[in-house]
C-alpha cells in the first residue's frame, strides 16, 4: 500500500504552547484513519495542519508524494467536513457543492454533472435547491461531505462531522460514511471523540493524549494489546478493570489473592509495582468461572441491566472491579457469586510508567 | 401565588387565565408618561411652527394654533435668511444629503473590511492594530481638528466635498471597524475555513460568504451613520467649507440671525425640517435602531 499523507516531525505552537510535538503519522493509500482522543488533546489541530489551515511551527506534511508543507489548502487535494456542518448559509444546497468548483474555475457542464453525481451518491437530489437552514442536521451534514465529494479530492478529512448529530442519525450517518469509503476508496482522516465511531470505521486508530500519539493500530489490537494505561482506560465501555498489585514470580499479588499469569505473553518480564487490566465482558460467573485459570468469591455491590447485558460491580482484594453478564443471569446486590477471568487475555501494565509488559 | 385558593368547582385546565394586576398598570402608567415626556417638546415645537407671531406672543405655548398655517415651513425651507444670504435651509439640506450620501458608503465599505480583515485573517500585529483603532475612539477629536486641518490644506482638500468625506470616515472608523469585527468574530470560524479548503482567497470569501451573512449588521451600520454624521455640526462647520454647510449649520445661522425680531415659528420650523431625516430613520428602522443603540453603547 502506498502512502497517501505522510506528517514528518510535525510540531506547532501558540505562543509558548506546545499542542503538537514533533509528530509522526504515515497513512496508506485508501485507508481509514481514525484519530481519536479526549476534547483538547490536539485532534483538530492535526487536521488543520494537515488541511493547511493553520501555519505549522515544524516538520513537513506530504500528500500524495508531494511536499504540501507551503501550499495553500486548495492545492494539497483535500476536502474537508466540519463538526458545525460550515454551510454557507445564503446558497443553497447545490450553489454549496459546486463552489469550490466555480472559485477554481471549472465549465459549467462539468460542475453540473459533478454536482448531480454528488447529489446521487448522498441522495440530496430533492433538495439541492434548498438553503441549509431549510434541512435537518443529517442532511446538512450529507452536504458538507457532497461539498468534500465534488471537488474530486485523493484525501478527505473529517473533524467530528457526527458529533451535532442526536443518537440515532449518528448511527445511521456513520454506517453511510463507511459505506461511501467502500465505494470511493479515498484516503480518509476522521477525527472523534466517540470510541464506538473510532471502532466501527477505522482501518487503523491513532489515540492521541495531550499531542502525542500514544498508539497507532487496527481497532482489534487497540482493544485486547493497548500499549499503555492511558489507550487501556479509554477504549471500553464500561472501561476496563484496573487491579494493581505486586508483580512477583509470575503472578500478581493483591490483597488476599494471587493471580496467576502463567499464560500471559509478557514483552518484557519484570518484578514490582504492576497494573493488571481486564475487560468487564472477559469477567464470567457462576459455573464458567470454574472453567477459569483464576477465580474468587466475591459479592456484588450494584447492579445496572442494560438490556442486552447487565453490567455488575464488585470487589477484587479491596479493588472495585466490574463485569459484563448475560441479562438471563440472576444478579442482585448482596449476593455471593463465583467469578473467574482468564488473565492470559488480559493486559499487564508497569505500575509506574504505565507501559505495556 | 400558586397556594391561592381557586374557588369551588373550577378545575385548573388549559392556559392559565391572565389577570390585569396593579403591577401591570403601574408599568404601562410609566411607559406613557415616559413617552409624553419625550414627545412634548416636539409636539410643542410642531404647534408653535403653525402659530402666528402675535398668537405665540399672547397665548400658551400648550394651546393648539387657532388658525394653523405652514407659510413659515414654506420660509423655513426656502427664504429664511442664513446671515447675508436668503435661501432658507434647502441648499444646508442637499449639502447635508450629498456628506451622508457620500460619507456612508466609504466609511461602511472600508469598516466592513477592516472588521473582516481583523477577524479572519489574524496578521503579525493585527491584535495592536484593532487596539490602536479602538483607542481611536477614545481620542477626544478637538484635539485632531486642527492637525486635520493642517493635513487636509496640505493637499487642498480643506473646505472641501472629499475633505469632509474623509473627515466623516476617518472619525467613523473605530466604532464601525469594532462593530464589524465583532459581528465577524461572532459567526463561526469553520465557515471561513470551509471557504478557504474550496479555494476562495480574501476577495472571494468577503464577497461570495461574508457579504451576504452581513446585511442586518450593514443595517446598524447604515442607522448609526446617517444619523451620526446628519447631526453633526463641528465637522461640517469646520472642514466643509462655505459652499457645502451641512443643515445644521444653516439651520444654526438661521436661529441666530436677527432681523429685529425673532421668529419664533420659523426656528421651530427649521428645527423640525432639519430633525426630520435622523426621526424618519427612528421611526423606520424600528428594532433596528435599538440595536444600532446597543451597538453604539460603546461610543460612551
Ligand atoms: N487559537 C488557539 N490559541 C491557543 N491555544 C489553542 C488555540 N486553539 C486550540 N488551542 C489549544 O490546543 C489544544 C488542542 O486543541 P484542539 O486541537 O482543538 O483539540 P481537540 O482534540 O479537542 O480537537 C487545546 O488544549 C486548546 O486549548
Ligand atoms: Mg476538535
Redesign the pocket.
Known sequence: MSTSVEIKDLSLN??T?T?LDRLNLEVGKGEFIVLL??????????LNCIAGLLDISAGQIFISGKNVTWDEPKDRGIGMVFQSYALYPQMTVEKNMSFGLRVAGMPKPEVDARVKRAAEILQLESLLQRKPVELSGGQRQRVAIGRALVRDVDVFLF?EPLSNLDAKLRNDLRVEIKRLHHRLKNTMIY?T?DQIEAMTLADRIAI?KN?VIQQLADPHTIYNKPTNLFVAGFIGSPSMNFIRGDLTGGALNIDGASIPLANYEFKAPMNGAAVLGVRPEHVVVGEEAQKMPFQVESEIEIVEPMGADTIAWTKLGGQSLTFRADAEVRLVPGQKVLIGFDPGRGSVFNGESGERI | MSSVSLPAGIEPSGPRPRHVTATRIGIYAFLLIAALFFLIPLIVMIMTSMKSMSEIRGGNIFALPMQPTLDYWVKAWSSACTGRDCYGLAPGFFNSVKITVLSVPVSIVIAMINGYALSFWRFRGSELMFAILLFGAFVPFQVLVYPIIFGLSRVGLFGTLPGIVIVHTIFGMPILTLLFRNFFASLPVELFKAARVDGAGFWRIFFSVMLPMSVPITIVAVILQVTGIWNDFIFGLVFAGRENMPMTVQLNNIVRTSTGTVEYSTNMAATVLTGAVPLIVYFVSGKWFVRGIAAGAVKG
Open positions: 501558540y505562543g504552547v499542542v482522543g479526549p476534547s483538547g488533546c490536539g485532534k483538530s489541530t492535526l473533524d477525527v471523540h492521541m499531542g
